[in-house]
């Protein structure tokens, strides 16, 4: 069974930092995407960053120049790094991967979520 599982999040002043993790676990063919959307209180899900397996890389134009998406060696996790925050940051983040398995076609996946709350 797969799996998208995260860990990170918290509470931060304005100006701090936090880092995401999120990794896929369990038995699959392929990774095609992974990335992060977060969702403010009342409002829909937002894409904040997204990372493909060709290396293409996308961000939300508010968190360019302060957020920055990666990949592990073995691209199979995705880290979102988030300095310089700020209150409007503040919002529950979820891990996001589109992956094939021997039994499905590519679907998407979601993490458990996470919030970050960004406050003084």
């Known amino acids: 069974q797969v799996e998208v599982v995260q860990v990170g999040g918290g509470l931060v002043q304005p100006g701090g930092s936090l880092k995401l993790s999120c990794a896929a676990t369990?038995?699959?063919?392929?990774?095609?995407?992974m990335g992060w959307y977060r969702q403010h209180p009342g409002k829909q899900r937002e894409l904040v960053a997204v990372?493909?397996?060709?290396?293409?890389?996308d961000y939300q134009d508010s968190v360019k120049d302060r957020f920055t998406i990666s990949l592990n060696n073995a691209k199979n996790a995705v880290f979102l790094q988030m300095n310089s925050l700020k209150p409007e940051d503040t919002a529950v983040y979820y891990c996001?991967?589109?992956?094939?398995?021997?039994?499905?076609?590519?679907?998407?996946?979601w993490g458990q979520g996470t919030q970050v709350t960004v406050s003084s």
């Open positions: 990372i493909k397996n060709d290396g293409t890389i």
């Open positions: 369990g038995y699959y063919l392929e990774i095609t995407t």
């Open positions: 996001n991967a589109h992956i094939r398995t021997p039994i499905t076609q590519t679907r998407e996946y």
